[in-house]
């Protein structure tokens, strides 16, 4: 299928299916504080816990997480242009290890050293590095902004892999730098997107980010625990904590739609699995927060009529029908009972919206998107 | 009885019922994994407090964030104090953040389904 990154998406589900092909995890784009950086380092160890991968593994994408954050915080720029302070981030998982991009706006004076630094560091052997290293280290030079490419070598060193980077041109004085580190416990499959493009997948997955106006994307497990660290890593960045009541109302959404996915969802291969999708969008003073999961074709008729039902009512009207359902006895593990979706029509002040992707004869991936103004 | 006293998580309130004193207290975030489970511990502990209660009842809420499955227990255990209301005297104060009208609005809804008059105190 051919991939093309140009422009908005209609769909959600279409936004997706791309960001599908770049086996993407997890994505922020925007600015990153040292708060915000401790919660994103939590998100992934739990889950990285949660999808049990080997110690070994964990702790080489633990190291290179670290590095590429830092590298983000270190040299992010103070200006009122998004193009030069935003910064991004990814993690994407594929079959026989992991891909961590990071981009970050830098001046064009600083390309040539940067790349020359880095072209020094991808041209040594294993054993050259191990000499570089010391070397570095004995001559104790630091670069102004700390550092002397330690991290650099350091990356080479865990994740096995040679370092991958592009510049593209923003403007005369600036370029967006994309980075990406590729740790491999074994050998990836030949059909994989990440090998397919290979240097170009973190620059691919920021543009469809970028264009898409997305800040946060997550998909994975959402057990309990992974959902608490999905939730505090959301709360962390600066785009929610800016207004107070929007932040409120948002967190209280997203708590609603996040506890939604790990209650009801279906699994794909068992039933202990809570497959889903998280995302985070800002389009024109409207944020939207986004989930997917897959649905049992048996409960869709259902789940459809509630949504629809909970749209079609008025002020006056939705707030009894809060009252009715909370004074419903429902002592069921499943826990719901349709306030979920009232509370958050009533919080967003906004139509809940759907769409469905036919998944299976018998599943389907229902997308939940909640709109709130602010 | 003893004191029921439990520490704030991330995910799950602080909780402190002192059925000696009278005092019922749930503060900061409810998001447990299992809200029946985690409040049947504490409705019970109410429950056992009906059959033996102070002349004044002290209910204090004050939740940052509260998920709908918390808010139905919640209402479970407002309804055990609204009944020890007929012969008794209860105060129950929904304290919320100074701005958060989310959490003052789930409070007032809470109220209507009560034949009480909660405190509501912006703090």
Known sequence: MQITNSGKYSSIAELFRVLNHYQLN??????????????????????MDVESESLKIKKKVYFIIVESLQN?????????DSRLMDGFFSIHKFLGGYLVGSGN???????????????????????????YQKEVLSAGGFS??????????????????K???????????NSYFYFQSKITDAQPQEN??????????????????????????FQGQFKHENVRSLLSMAEGSIYLTEKFGFKKTSVAIMIELLQNISYHAAGI?????????????????????????????????????????????????????????????NNEVKQGAGLGFIDIRIKSKNKIEVEMVPYTDDKTFIIIKANISY | MAILDLDATEDLPCVLFDNDKGIFEISKRSLPENAILFYEPLINYVNEYLRSPKDNTNVVFHFDYISTSSTKQIMKMILLFDQLKQTKQVNLSWNYDKGDVDMLQTGKRLEQLTSMKFVFNEV
Do not use: W
């Open chain 1, 26 to 47: 997890y994505a922020y784009n925007g600015d990153f504080t040292n708060d915000l950086t401790e919660r994103i380092l939590a998100l992934a160890e739990t889950n």
């Open chain 1, 72 to 80: 983000i915080t270190r040299h992010q720029g103070s200006s009122k």
């Open chain 1, 105 to 131: 706006a830098i001046e064009n004076d600083h390309i040539k050293p940067l790349s020359e630094k880095l072209d020094r560091v991808n041209s040594l052997s294993a054993d050259e590095l191990k000499e």
């Open chain 1, 144 to 161: 102004e902004k700390g550092g002397a490419g330690l991290g650099l070598i350091e990356m080479v060193r865990k994740s096995g892999n």
């Open chain 1, 163 to 173: 370092l991958q980077y592009d510049f593209d041109k923003i403007d005369d004085k």
């Open chain 1, 192 to 217: 994989s997107e990440i090998e397919k493009h290979n240097h170009e997948v973190v620059k691919s997955v920021h543009r469809a980010v970028t264009e898409n106006n997305l800040k946060i994307f």
């Open chain 1, 269 to 329: 291969n068992n039933s202990d699995e809570r497959p889903g999708l998280f995302m985070v969008a800002d389009n024109n003073n409207v944020c939207s927060l986004i989930t997917g999961n897959y649905v049992e074709n048996s409960k869709i008729d259902a789940l459809i009529k509630k949504i629809d039902f909970v749209n079609s009512l008025d002020n006056d009207a939705i707030e009894k029908l809060y009252l009715e359902t909370i004074m419903l006895d």
